[in-house]
């Protein structure tokens, strides 16, 4: 075991040191919100981490002769519980640098049942991007990415629920040009949703309105960006149903969206090789983003 755990901790500092850039954005006490956790994180092993309680990006910047003009923030997922830093996000990072992409790995703080606080994170990781970022190459587009938990972080930003919660800051304006989730959890529907992600987020005692009014299935509007699904039909942790019902809104609404069902792997795979389809998803998603170029 301590064998195993000095092995991720070396991949953690390894993935660490090829981020071109660690940036500190703010923590529980200079941020608009606190969570109210306090304490070091908790490392729980396979490079995630809970406790959270700063909002931390590690950049990957893309070479010039390969960028394509394109960054994009990545939001692990975790079910808001923690943060699955390793292959739903450094992993990541560092492949879509290689092949053109500026990438921002987002750990964000565990919100402890205060849903501004992971929102005005990402929201803050695409600000810090947009205007105080300065890259070798010049950044043409910048998306979101998300898995799981970290998915409905992602299209939570990208569809604006943190402004329409009251949130008037120039931060929470502020959209992505595109988004990609990977097996998102996006409903609130107590029939398909992942029950442990919202309790995380809002409280087992949420109501539905409350559960509504934080769900970017219902708080998707004009202004939501072109959009990438990527998922597996037999994932039993969270329904396919989320992607289906958020592709569909996106259509009823005329906004650019595609979805890409596998029939098997199940949830969570991330950049394992576990995914038989892992060659099929690289390629797929290269293939998308070379189409949302300027």
């Known amino acids: 075991m301590k064998q195993l755990l000095s092995v991720m901790l070396?991949?953690?500092?390894?993935?660490?040191?090829?981020?071109?850039?660690?940036?500190?954005?703010?923590?529980?006490t200079t941020a608009p919100h606190s969570s109210g956790l306090t304490g070091p994180e908790k490392d729980e092993g396979e490079v995630r981490y809970s406790n959270t309680t700063e909002a931390v990006l590690y950049i990957f910047e893309a070479k010039k002769k390969v960028a394509t003009g394109q960054a994009?923030?990545?939001?692990?997922?975790?079910?808001?519980?923690?943060?699955?830093?390793?292959?739903?996000?450094?992993?990541?990072?560092?492949?879509?640098?290689?092949?053109?992409?500026?990438?921002?790995?987002?750990?964000?703080?565990?919100?402890?049942?205060?849903?501004?606080v992971p929102m005005e994170d990402a929201a803050e990781a695409l600000r810090y991007m947009r205007?105080?970022?300065?890259?070798k190459s010049?950044?043409?587009?910048?998306?979101?990415?998300g898995f799981s938990a970290g998915g409905h972080l992602a299209a939570s930003?990208?569809?604006?629920?943190?402004?329409?919660?009251g949130d008037e800051s120039a931060r929470a304006a502020l959209r992505p040009d595109f988004a990609v989730?990977?097996?998102?959890?996006?409903?609130?529907?107590?029939?398909?949703?992942?029950?442990?992600?919202?309790?995380?987020?809002?409280?087992?005692d949420r109501t539905e309105e409350l559960s509504r009014a934080w769900c970017p299935l219902y708080r998707a509007g004009e202004d939501a960006p072109a959009?990438?699904?990527i998922l597996s039909d037999d994932d039993k942790t969270v329904p396919s149903q989320n992607s289906t019902f958020f592709y569909n809104k996106l259509k009823e609404l005329g906004k650019e969206a595609s979805i890409?069902?596998?029939?098997?792997?199940?949830?969570?795979?991330?950049?394992?090789?576990?995914?038989?389809?892992k060659a099929q998803w690289q390629e797929s998603l290269l293939q998308w983003l070379q189409s949302r170029k300027k």
């Open 10 to 28: 070396l991949t953690l500092m390894t993935m660490s040191a090829q981020a071109q850039k660690v940036v500190k954005l703010w923590d529980n």
């Open 72 to 116: 994009v923030v990545i939001c692990p997922g975790g079910g808001y519980a923690l943060v699955a830093m390793g292959h739903e996000g450094l992993e990541y990072g560092k492949w879509l640098a290689e092949n053109g992409v500026t990438a921002a790995v987002l750990k964000y703080r565990m919100p402890n049942n205060v849903p501004q």
């Open 131 to 135: 205007e105080d970022y300065k890259a």
């Open 138 to 145: 010049p950044i043409t587009q910048l998306g979101i990415m």
């Open 157 to 165: 930003t990208a569809v604006g629920v943190l402004k329409a919660n």
């Open 181 to 204: 989730l990977f097996y998102p959890v996006i409903t609130s529907d107590e029939q398909f949703t992942h029950k442990g992600t919202y309790n995380n987020l809002l409280g087992a």
């Open 227 to 229: 959009t990438l699904m």
């Open 260 to 277: 890409i069902i596998y029939p098997t792997g199940g949830h969570g795979w991330g950049f394992r090789d576990s995914l038989p389809y």
